[in-house]
């Protein structure tokens, strides 16, 4: 299996501030990668595919990078609805799998 | 707009086969275009990915799960189910159905189920 390394495991930052979100593979992936946000009670919701494609509908506030088996989420600006749980998700090769979660918290 | 909908018990004794279904609405179980899988979320936060079907019935199972997981559909109801055998305490989760676009960048999960608890207790 493929193993999906998040860092942080959560963090707290202002309104605001830039936040960033990494993700490392255990192997390489190219770009099947993806990220979800999940809130309290909510299914996860997909903001970013393909690595660095934002999904429609999702504020542009949102970005996303890397190729291979770094990847990196990024919040240029933080809002208080951005509170959640951030996933990453690699689709390369079967059984797909997750990261374990990153926890942004608005101080 | 695709929904998704999970229904079964919410509580499941040891031993036992836990019996789930997902219900379809606004897209056909029949395109091409996705897998329909089983994901399960830990009450530590932590997701694991089940297995899928395909409209052809093929199906992936994650191998950690494969000896007690069967997935199947209902193309006539647009539905697909789940059955996990042998259950205990550890399979204790939230279980959500989700549909995987696999005919673009990044294979993702667009839909999503609002999910359903499962508690294994006797």
């Known amino acids: 299996d493929i193993q999906m390394t998040q860092s942080p495991s959560s963090l707290s930052a202002s309104v605001g501030d830039r936040v960033t979100i990494t993700c490392r593979a255990s192997?390489?992936?190219?770009?099947?990668f993806n990220w979800y946000q999940q809130k309290p009670g909510k299914a996860p919701k997909l903001l970013i595919y393909?690595?660095?494609s934002l999904q429609s509908g999702v504020p542009s506030r949102f970005s996303g990078s890397g190729s291979g088996t770094d990847f990196t989420l990024t919040i240029s600006s933080l809002q208080p609805e951005d509170s959640a749980t951030y996933y990453c998700?690699?689709?390369?090769?079967?059984?797909?799998?997750f990261g374990q979660g990153t926890k942004v918290e608005i101080k | 707009q695709v929904q998704l909908q999970e229904s079964g018990p919410g509580l499941v004794k040891p031993s036992q086969t836990l019996s789930l279904t997902c219900s379809v609405s606004?897209?056909?179980?029949?395109?091409?275009?996705?897998?329909w899988s089983w994901i399960r979320q830990y009450p530590g936060k932590a997701l694991e990915w089940i297995g899928y079907?395909?409209?052809?019935?093929?199906?992936y199972y994650n191998p950690s799960l494969k000896s007690r997981v069967t997935i199947s559909l209902d193309t006539s109801k647009n539905q697909f189910s789940l059955r996990l055998s042998s259950v205990t305490a550890a399979d204790t989760a939230m279980y959500y159905c989700?549909?995987?676009?696999?005919?673009?960048?990044?294979?993702?999960?667009?839909?999503w189920g609002q999910g359903t608890l499962v508690t294994v207790s006797s």
């Open positions: 989700a549909s995987q676009n696999i005919a673009v960048a990044g294979r993702y999960f667009d839909y």
């Open positions: 606004g897209g056909s179980i029949s395109n091409g275009d996705y897998y």
């Open positions: 079907i395909y409209y052809s019935g093929n199906t």
């Open positions: 192997q390489s992936i190219s770009n099947f």
């Open positions: 393909a690595a660095s």
């Open positions: 998700q690699q689709t390369y090769s079967t059984p797909w799998t």
